[in-house]
């Protein structure tokens, strides 16, 4: 920073570079303040006393030093920034979109991206601009995957646009085979099964073989059995799975449905023809291959059911399920070193278990299958 000669600048030149080395921002801003006083035409001073207002939180106060150094040396970047960035900070929203969107764009310094990022998503809301603040969410989730702040506030945007969309969906289309289906998956994640059941009774009224609404209609009457113990509504949930693969033989969800119903009412055969459906149609699905190896563990046939566990465990390596029935597997077999390891992850993986599954689950988002469960295989 030029500044004069003068004894008094240098030395509030050097207090002030030393109290912001050491993040003392109360000192700082006392000689900053004194250097604008003494040197108000150098736009270094004053870009570094906004930033001390802006660490502070002090933003109606930092934006007029940034304008200041801005208007003594336009190109000063960082500033152009920052300025932006307090604008938003008090709502002045269309006045920081020109900047924050270019510091987002260009800046290749990967903090100052991202701080540019959320200020971006803040102000793209503030606007109305609720489309514009998802892309940027997007973008923020793919350079920083694990950032918890980024990760905290995606959430709440992205949960604030697909109420916005449901909304608007409900206006303009308010009896449409979309909006009842919106309402029916919302209820169904909800737990108002009856709420659920009626909506999706509207959607077939309508299309009587729309794809995947007897399945999504099975699902909330299993769900409804469970709760309340109701074998009718075991019993319309087994037929809504069986009317959707008479639609869609390829339903791969419908036909592992009824292979765990069969499965647990312990008619094994008929379990092991629809676990088998599944896969045949989509090799890759992991409640399937558990679901398979339980029966034929069930049967007694553990040999043919170690191969479906390996893969299962290979496809999901998080599931415990898959890591427990292994080790029963290795036992059954008598291959003790293998179950040993096979316990001891699934051990690992139960100790590690939280609450992240509640925090994982998404709005209108209901659980697409049953998971396996830890327990007898009968």
């Given at each position: 920073?030029?500044?004069?000669?003068d004894?008094?600048?240098q030395?509030?030149?050097?207090?002030?570079q030393?109290?912001?080395?050491?993040?003392d921002?109360a000192?700082?801003?006392?000689?900053?303040?004194?250097?604008?006083?003494?040197?108000p035409?150098?736009?270094?001073?004053?870009?570094n006393?906004?930033?001390?207002?802006f660490?502070?939180?002090?933003?109606?106060?930092?934006?007029?030093?940034?304008?200041?150094?801005?208007?003594?040396?336009?190109n000063l970047?960082?500033?152009?920034?920052?300025?932006?960035?307090?604008l938003?900070?008090?709502?002045?929203?269309?006045?920081?979109?020109?900047?924050?969107?270019?510091?987002?764009?260009?800046?290749?310094?990967p903090?100052?991206?991202?701080l540019?990022?959320?200020?971006?998503?803040?102000?793209?809301?503030?606007?109305?601009?609720d489309?514009?603040?998802?892309?940027?969410?997007?973008?923020?989730?793919?350079?920083?995957?694990?950032?918890?702040?980024?990760?905290?506030?995606?959430?709440?945007i992205?949960?604030?646009?697909?109420f916005l969309?449901?909304?608007k969906?409900?206006?303009?289309?308010?009896?449409?085979v979309?909006?009842?289906?919106?309402?029916?998956?919302?209820?169904?994640?909800?737990?108002?099964?009856?709420?659920?059941?009626s909506?999706?009774?509207?959607?077939?009224?309508?299309?009587?073989?729309?794809?995947?609404?007897?399945?999504?209609l099975?699902?909330t009457?299993?769900?409804?059995?469970?709760?309340?113990?109701?074998?009718?509504?075991?019993?319309?949930?087994?037929?809504?799975?069986?009317?959707?693969?008479?639609?869609?033989?390829?339903?791969?969800?419908?036909?592992?449905?009824?292979?765990?119903?069969?499965?647990?009412?312990?008619?094994?055969?008929?379990?092991?023809?629809?676990?088998?459906l599944?896969?045949?149609?989509?090799?890759?699905?992991?409640?399937?291959?558990?679901?398979?190896?339980?029966?034929?563990m069930?049967?007694?046939?553990?040999?043919?059911?170690l191969?479906?566990l390996?893969?299962?465990?290979?496809?999901?390596?998080?599931?415990?399920?898959a890591w427990y029935?292994?080790?029963?597997?290795?036992?059954?077999?008598?291959?003790?070193?293998?179950?040993?390891k096979?316990?001891?992850?699934?051990?690992?993986?139960?100790t590690?278990?939280?609450s992240?599954?509640?925090?994982?689950?998404q709005?209108?988002?209901?659980?697409?299958v049953?998971p396996?469960?830890?327990?007898?295989?009968?």
């Open positions: 920073m030029a500044v004069g000669q004894s008094g600048v030395q509030y030149s050097d207090a002030g030393k109290a912001l080395a050491n993040g921002y000192a700082a801003q006392r000689a900053y303040e004194k250097l604008r006083d003494l040197e035409g150098i736009a270094e001073v004053h870009a006393l906004g930033l001390i207002y660490e502070e939180g002090k933003f109606d106060q930092a934006i007029p030093e940034f304008e200041r150094a801005l208007r003594l040396k336009p970047a960082k500033t152009e920034v920052l300025l932006a960035m307090s938003s900070e008090v709502n002045r929203y269309r006045e920081a979109l020109p900047g924050l969107e270019k510091g987002f764009r260009g800046s290749f310094d903090e100052m991206k991202r540019c990022g959320l200020q971006l998503e803040r102000t793209y809301t503030g606007l109305g601009r489309s514009d603040a998802v892309k940027v969410g997007l973008e923020l989730n793919r350079l920083y995957p694990d950032d918890p702040e980024i990760l905290y506030h995606n959430g709440r992205f949960g604030n646009f697909a969309t449901m909304q969906l409900a206006q303009v289309a308010p009896d449409s979309w909006r009842h289906q919106a309402a029916a998956e919302a209820y169904e994640s909800q737990g108002s099964y009856d709420s659920a059941i909506e999706y009774r509207q959607v077939l009224a309508q299309e009587p073989t729309r794809p995947g609404v007897h399945y999504r099975g699902r009457f299993l769900q409804q059995s469970r709760r309340t113990n109701s074998t009718q509504a075991a019993a319309d949930a087994m037929k809504e799975f069986e009317q959707e693969l008479q639609l869609n033989p390829r339903n791969a969800n419908a036909a592992y449905e009824l292979g765990e119903i069969h499965r647990n009412a312990g008619e094994f055969d008929q379990a092991q023809k629809f676990f088998e599944a896969l045949q149609y989509y090799p890759d699905f992991g409640e399937a291959q558990l679901g398979l190896a339980a029966v034929l069930s049967l007694q046939k553990p040999e043919l059911a191969p479906h390996q893969k299962a465990a290979a496809l999901n390596p998080a599931n415990e399920v029935r292994l080790s029963q597997v290795q036992g059954m077999l008598g291959h003790e070193a293998e179950q040993k096979a316990f001891a992850e699934f051990q690992r993986l139960r590690l278990k939280s992240q599954e509640e925090a994982a689950k709005i209108f988002a209901p659980e697409e049953t396996q469960q830890v327990g007898p295989t009968q």
